[in-house]
């Protein structure tokens, strides 16, 4: 099925009407090549597409949804509603009830359970039984039917032992002969489901066409071409896709790096093995055990021991690292010959058990600090009350600065039961004997934790009035999140910030992966507590865990771990066997 329809259709010229049964959009699906220029919207094959949706079809058809910031509805909103008579006399309770009973509903939902528990079969009979009763799909039903039939393995040596793989195609011409808007998430499953069938070109091809059709890619888009093409071992290719995302803004992840390298260590390009490393140091710092594995395979490979120079400009090299921060130089591979690749760790200090060399630490921006202090304003204002943040940076000013800011909440429940005023007394009481200044560390607490329950103990309440009267006490509001406090205080206050969260969760991932872990890697203390050495206080390491290069040409590379306050984390040394 899938053979003859692109044999058919490379016969097929193109026309603005998606209402032939092999339109435009199908035929960039099936990687015809285009007569309009890509980067014109005047010219694109699409144009008519839109406006018919806006002047073709019944009343309802004219009021259809075309959002793309809403994922394009394209159910009819006359549709969506009970008829006027009947929704009047109705509670909002039954018109939900309604709402959510409706055959669209019922299908959503129903394709939902497919999607969550891969049923290629069960998705492909209800789409079945819809079109057979004349049931109007929206973009998000097509939307889930393609990411089902994307999910089959592509290596059946038959359609019918493949379904959802022959369906597929079918499916995604259907849904343009609908007249459905197509979206991110449609050209995504159509690039997987070339992907599943063994065609990475055509995954490539969906997502340069988004562009033209209006549409951003995100890094999933590329992920099916770019490993596709990784699995194939075509690395021209997959750097095509690579520049692609760098045109398009898309930043790719250590998954991504991951293929880019192992793609590059097959065709032993040794050059963009070198910037691959680069690129994972910038922008992954520690790597998962899979990217360790493949880095120390390539060190050990005859092609790393070839490439090199035995001879280089030492100033050069020098300038390199001042420009770039301290801790790499970006000037290719030093030395020539076989590499010594040993599994080691380092000391308290950062001095390698194996070569004894000291690893840096590499200096934070101060530019880089307020800019982030900036974004992380707008962000917090974004998600909390804007008032109630206002108020607490008002607040902030006229106590502040502080030396050490205390997640209260985490501190007060490491390795207990129940919130312990006692254990974050101890905590505070440290920070003040450490300050320079020997004050009170700022404590932020939610407001229930301040009022009411163990608060009103004696013992507790006379803990919080003296840090209130000192300053040293700020309650958030209810229905606020006192993550964002606590952080946009350190980051202000250019201070310490206790904590056992690994900030990893949804809200930090906001504020991206190239400045904040290396914030907090300077600047978090974490605690543990046990019997035998009571509350022990975890500073900042004096050095910077991320891969590191040397003036010499060595590499560090480390090993991300879940806790490292409670497993060694693994470093990978590499050095030449000879010295120049």
């Given amino acids: 099925m899938y053979n003859r329809y692109r044999v058919m259709l490379r016969a097929t010229c193109f026309t603005p009407s998606l209402s032939r049964a092999y339109c435009p959009l199908f035929a960039l699906f099936l990687r015809i090549p285009s007569v309009h220029h890509p980067h014109h919207p005047s010219s694109s094959p699409f144009r008519g597409y839109h406006s018919s949706l806006q002047v073709k079809g019944s009343r309802d058809r004219r009021r259809i949804l075309v959002d793309h910031n809403r994922h394009l ?19 909002r309770k039954a018109r939900k009830k309604a709402i959510q009973q409706s055959p669209e509903s019922m299908l959503k939902q129903k394709l939902d359970m497919c999607s969550r528990n891969g049923n290629v079969l069960e998705a492909l009979r209800l789409y079945d039984e819809a079109k057979r009763n004349g049931l109007q799909l929206s973009q998000y039903h097509y939307n889930v039917l393609l990411y089902v039939c994307s999910l089959t393995d592509g290596e059946a040596e038959s359609p019918s032992a493949n379904p959802g793989l022959s369906r597929g195609f079918d499916i995604f011409k259907q849904m343009i002969v609908d007249k459905v808007v197509p979206n991110e998430a449609t050209f995504t499953n159509g690039a997987r489901l070339a992907v599943a069938k063994d065609d990475p070109e055509m995954a490539f091809d969906m997502v340069k066409q988004m562009k033209a059709f209006g549409i951003q890619p995100r890094l999933r888009s590329y992920g099916p071409a770019l490993f596709g093409f990784c699995r194939k071992g075509d690395a021209e290719k997959a750097y095509e896709v690579d520049a692609h995302m760098i045109e398009s803004e898309v930043v790719p992840e250590e998954p991504e790096l991951t293929a880019l390298l192992k793609v590059s260590m097959e065709t032993k390009n040794a050059e963009k093995v070198y910037e691959t490393l680069q690129r994972l140091r910038d922008l992954v710092r520690q790597v998962s055990k899979p990217t360790f594995d493949a880095i120390e395979e390539w060190f050990e490979s005859e092609a790393a021991g070839k490439a090199g120079v035995e001879k280089w400009d030492v100033k050069r090299i020098r300038e390199g690292v001042v420009s770039g921060g301290g801790g790499w130089h970006g000037q290719g591979w030093l030395g020539t010959g076989k590499w010594n690749v040993t599994r080691t760790e380092m000391d308290e200090n950062g001095v390698c058990k194996c070569c004894k060399e000291k690893l840096v630490c590499i200096d934070i921006n101060p530019v880089e600090t307020e800019n982030f202090a900036a974004s992380l304003t707008r962000l917090a204002c974004q998600k909390e009350v804007k008032a109630s943040f206002n108020q607490f940076q008002e607040w902030l000013e006229r106590h502040g600065p502080f ?19 006692f254990q974050l007394n101890n905590v505070v009481q440290r920070f003040q004997q450490i300050s320079p200044s020997k004050r009170l560390p700022l404590v932020i607490l939610h407001k229930s934790r301040v009022v ?28 606020s999140n006192d993550d964002w406090y606590w952080l946009y205080a350190a980051v202000s206050c250019k201070c310490l910030l206790v904590t056992n969260d690994e900030m990893r969760d949804h809200l930090f991932q906001l504020l991206g992966t190239s400045f904040f872990p290396r914030w907090k890697e300077k600047h978090q203390v974490r605690i543990s507590v046990s019997r035998e050495d009571g509350l022990k206080l975890h500073m900042p390491p004096p050095y910077s865990i991320i891969i590191q290069e040397s003036e010499d040409g060595r590499w560090h590379v480390p090993m991300s771990v879940e806790d490292d306050l409670q497993t060694s984390r693994q470093w990978l040394c590499a050095r030449r066997s000879k010295t120049h």
């Avoid at 509805?73 to 509670?91: D, G, H, M």
């Avoid at 030396?403 to 005023?421: E, K, P, W, Y």
């Avoid at 103990?457 to 006490?473: C, F, I, M, S, T």
């Fill in 403 to 421: 030396d050490a800011v205390i997640d209260g909440a985490n501190m007060g429940l490491v390795n207990q039961r129940s919130f312990s005023f």
């Fill in 73 to 91: 509805c394209t159910i009819p909103e006359a549709a969506k509603q009970p008829p006027a008579s009947t929704s009047e006399n109705l509670s």
């Fill in 452 to 479: 009411g329950g163990p608060a009103t103990y004696p013992k507790n309440r006379a803990l919080l009035e003296k840090w209130k009267n000192a300053g040293a006490l700020y309650a958030t509001p209810p229905g």
